[in-house]
C-alpha cells in the first residue's frame, strides 16, 4: 500500500538545506562547554578553538558520522509488549505525552503547579491508554531542585510498564538517571541491550550547546541510552524570522550533536527531536502552533528524513490556547494531521496546552483518541486479492447486500472502534444521556482513576531506587 506524506519542500530544497547545514558546520561550528566532550571531540578528528570552544566538523567527519547512525534499535519497556521498534513495523508512528510543563489543569477548571501525586494519576493515565506508547516526565513542584528529575523518575517508573523519556534538569542527575534505569534493567549491558529509558539534549540556540546537554549526549553515547538530539529555536528570537531560515538553523543544531553522539560512540542510536517556535511581534509571544510554526515543523521533520536519514520527533498534538476551547481543538486537529502526514516517527505533547507549559488529563484522553484516528489514516488502504473482494461482488444477486457476507464477518472488526467520539445516532445518544464528546472523555478519565493502583516494581526494586534518590538529594547539592 501507498503511505500518505505530505511534502512542504521539493527535492532541490532539501538538497540546499542540506548542503548549507553541512557548510555551517564547517565554517561556522558550535560552542561546546563541557572540556572532556572537546578533548574526546578532538582526538577523534573535530576542529576545536579552545579559547572559544569552538568545534568545526568538516564534511567527511560529518559525512562519516551520518553513515553509522543506527537505522534499526529499540525503546524498550518494561513489560516486552509496551517494546518500540525501530522502524516500527505496524504503525506509521508513536505517541507521547507532554513533558516539561509545570502547570495543571485539573478537569474542574483549577490551573496550578504540579505535585508528585499528579504525576503519579498523569503517569497511571498513560499507562492506561492504549494509543499512549510511552510516558515521560513533568516538571514538579515541591521537591528538592537539584534532584527534582531523580525524583520524578522514580515516581513515574513505579507506575508503569511502558518506556520512559526523560529530560534532565541538571547535569549531575544525567548519570543518577541512567544508574537508576540500569539498576531495573539489570545492569549497564542490559540496558545497552533493552534501553528503558531515552534522554533529551537540547541546543542553546543559536549554535551553542551548555556543559548539562553534552553530558547528555556524551553518558548516554557511553551506555547506549538512545539520544533525542533537540532544537527548540524562536523564529524572530533565536533563529532567523523565515521559516526556511529557522529550519536551515535548527537542523544544523541537530545535526551537531548527532555527529557528537557518533564520534563519542559510534552507532549510538539518535533521533532529531526538533520543536520550531514562531514569534508573535506584537507582543513577543512564543508560540508552537501558528501556522508558520506548523510549517515551519512539517518542512523539517520532511528534511532530516530526507536528508539526513534519522528518525525524527516533534509535537504532534497540543496548542497555544490556554483551556481546552474551539481553538484548542481546532488547532490540535490541524497541526498533528499535517504533522503525522510530514511523516515524523513519534508525534509528542499529547495532553498538553498553553504551548506545552501546562498539563490536562482530560486533554489527554481526547488526544489520544485523536492519535488512534491519525495511525489508522495513515496506516492506508491494503489492497489484496482478499480485501478486494471481487469473488463478493461477482456473487452478490440482483439486489443484495453484504450484511450476512462471510467477508464481512471476517472483516467487521477491521474498523477502529472510538473510545469516546459519537457514532450512534440521535435517538441512541439522547437514550444514553446526550453526552458530548469532553463529558464522555471524563466519564473514562474517572473510570481510569478510579481503578486500584498499580505498583509495578518490586519492593527491592523500589528500595533501590528510594536509596538512590536520597543520594542524589546530598550529592548533587555539593
Known amino acids: 500500500m ?33 572540556p572532556e566532550a572537546l578533548q574526546l571531540l578532538d582526538k577523534a578528528g573535530a576542529a576545536v578553538d579552545w579559547n572559544t570552544k569552538t568545534v568545526r566538523f568538516s564534511r567527511a567527519v560529518t559525512e562519516a558520522a ?25 504503525l506509521p508512528f508513536y505517541i507521547r505525552p507532554n513533558t516539561g510543563g ?42 528538592p531542585q537539584q534532584s527534582v528529575d531523580v525524583h520524578t523518575y522514580r515516581t513515574v517508573v513505579a507506575h508503569t510498564n511502558k518506556h520512559t523519556w526523560i529530560q534532565p534538569y541538571s547535569k549531575g542527575s544525567v548519570k543518577v538517571i541512567i544508574n537508576m534505569a540500569a539498576m531495573l534493567a539489570g545492569g549497564y549491558e542490559k540496558l545497552r541491550e533493552r534501553p528503558l529509558i531515552s534522554m533529551i539534549a537540547c541546543s542553546l540556540t543559536p549554535l551553542e550547546f551548555k556543559a548539562m546537554d553534552v553530558e547528555v549526549v556524551l553518558q548516554c553515547a557511553r551506555y547506549g541510552v538512545p539520544i533525542f538530539c533537540s532544537s527548540l529555536p524562536t523564529a524572530g528570537g533565536t533563529s532567523p524570522i523565515t521559516p526556511a531560515g529557522t529550519i536551515l538553523l535548527a537542523s544544523t543544531e541537530v545535526l551537531a550533536q548527532v555527529v557528537m553522539a557518533q564520534l563519542f560512540h559510534p552507532g549510538s542510536p539518535v533521533f532529531a527531536n526538533v520543536m520550531l517556535f514562531s514569534m508573535d511581534m506584537r507582543n513577543g509571544g512564543c ?50 494531521t499535517l504533522i503525522a502526514g510530514s511523516g515524523a516517527n513519534i508525534l509528542g505533547g499529547a495532553g498538553q496546552l498553553e ?70 445516532n440521535r435517538e441512541m445518544w439522547l437514550r444514553e444521556g446526550s453526552k458530548d464528546l469532553t463529558t464522555k472523555a471524563l466519564d473514562m478519565l474517572s473510570s481510569i482513576m478510579n481503578q486500584p493502583l498499580q505498583t509495578y516494581r518490586t519492593m527491592d526494586q523500589l528500595q533501590q531506587l528510594d536509596q538512590m534518590v536520597k543520594s542524589a538529594d546530598v550529592e548533587l547539592k555539593k
Open 2 to 34: 501507498a503511505k500518505m506524506f505530505t511534502k512542504v519542500l521539493s527535492n532541490a530544497e532539501v538538497g540546499e538545506i542540506y548542503e548549507r547545514s553541512l557548510t555551517l558546520l564547517e565554517n561556522k561550528g558550535v560552542v561546546v562547554d563541557h
Open 66 to 90: 551520518l553513515k553509522v547512525v543506527p537505522k534499526s534499535f529499540l525503546l524498550a519497556a518494561h513489560d516486552p509488549k509496551y517494546d518500540l521498534p525501530f522502524p516500527a513495523p505496524r
Open 102 to 143: 509545570p502547570h495543571y489543569l485539573e478537569p474542574g477548571g483549577t490551573h496550578r503547579p504540579i505535585y508528585l501525586e499528579d504525576v503519579i494519576n498523569w503517569t497511571r493515565l498513560a499507562d492506561a491508554l492504549p494509543p499512549i506508547d510511552f510516558t515521560s516526565l513533568p516538571s514538579t513542584s515541591g521537591l
Open 287 to 336: 508560540f508552537i502552533h501558528s501556522v508558520e510554526a506548523t510549517l515551519q515543523n512539517a518542512g523539517i521533520i520532511q528534511f532530516i528524513k530526507e536528508g539526513y536519514g534519522i528518525y525524527t520527533h516533534t509535537y504532534g498534538f497540543g496548542s497555544d490556547s490556554n483551556t481546552t476551547d474551539s481553538q484548542c481543538m481546532i488547532e490540535r486537529a490541524m497541526h498533528s
Open 355 to 424: 504551548v506545552a507549559c501546562t498539563i490536562s488529563p482530560l486533554q489527554l484522553v481526547i488526544d489520544a483518541e485523536i492519535g488512534a484516528m491519525l495511525k489508522r489514516e495513515l496506516g492506508g488502504v491494503d489492497v489484496t486479492e482478499d480485501t478486494l473482494a471481487l469473488e463478493e461482488i461477482l456473487n452478490l444477486p440482483p439486489g443484495g447486500n453484504f450484511v450476512e457476507s462471510m467477508h464481512t464477518l471476517r472483516h467487521c472488526r477491521d474498523n477502529l472502534v472510538p473510545m469516546n467520539f459519537n457514532r450512534v
